[in-house]
């Protein structure tokens, strides 16, 4: 399912307000391609996550190429994803409250970004994440550029000045 809906509509007292959830929302599909997204908040209102990919298994093949995030809580957040469902390449995530985070994902590839300025973490992987590759992304001007709790996961050429993760295994 790919849901592009920025907003939804919620009335209870007869007063239309608007509540933000995402920009774009890639959920439980099996392929899909993003190239050229921008997915942003504003500075009125923050969305909990730009750009969200959720419940991918490792059947399918969610790619996201040359896409911009910012302006939300979250700039690109990728949660339950399957073994090597999700690759995330040459993209933006800046000026978030956290840049690029994964939750529960196992074996993606995210290469070649460049997560500037965002007030939190630029890279942030939780511990139920495992075995992903991190190759050549810039991080830079976060408190913490990058957190690594998960295991296995291997970063390389990676530039970054605040913040630790292991060696690859």
């Known amino acids: 399912m790919y849901d592009a ?3 939804v509509r919620d009335d209870p007292d007869g007063v239309m ?7 774009v929302n890639v959920d439980s599909s099996l392929r ?12 009125v209102q923050a969305i909990p996550a730009s750009i969200r990919i959720a419940n991918i298994n490792q ?6 190429t040359k896409c911009i995030a910012g302006g939300g809580e979250i700039g ?3 949660e339950n994803n399957g073994i090597r469902a999700v690759r995330v390449g040459a993209s933006a995530i800046n000026l978030n409250q956290r840049g ?6 196992q ?34 001007g976060s408190p913490t550029d990058v957190s690594d709790a998960g ?6 050429n990676d530039l970054y000045t605040t913040g630790n993760v292991p060696a690859c295994p």
């Not at 307000?17 to 920009?23: A, I, L, N, V």
């Not at 899909?32 to 500075?43: E, H």
């Not at 290469?111 to 992903?132: C, P, Q, R």
Request: hydrophobic fraction near 40%.
């Open 5 to 7: 809906t920025p907003l």
């Open 17 to 23: 307000k608007e509540t933000f959830t995402w920009d």
């Open 32 to 43: 899909v391609k993003l190239k050229q997204v921008w997915g942003a908040g504003s500075v």
């Open 59 to 64: 059947d399918g093949r969610v790619r996201l």
């Open 76 to 78: 690109l957040l990728l």
């Open 100 to 105: 690029l985070v994964l939750q529960n994902t």
């Open 107 to 140: 074996r993606a590839v995210i290469d070649h970004n460049k997560m500037i300025n965002n007030s939190v973490s630029g890279i942030e992987l939780d511990a139920t994440s495992s075995g992903n590759l991190l190759v050549r992304n810039e991080i830079s």
């Open 151 to 156: 295991a296995q996961n291997c970063w390389r």
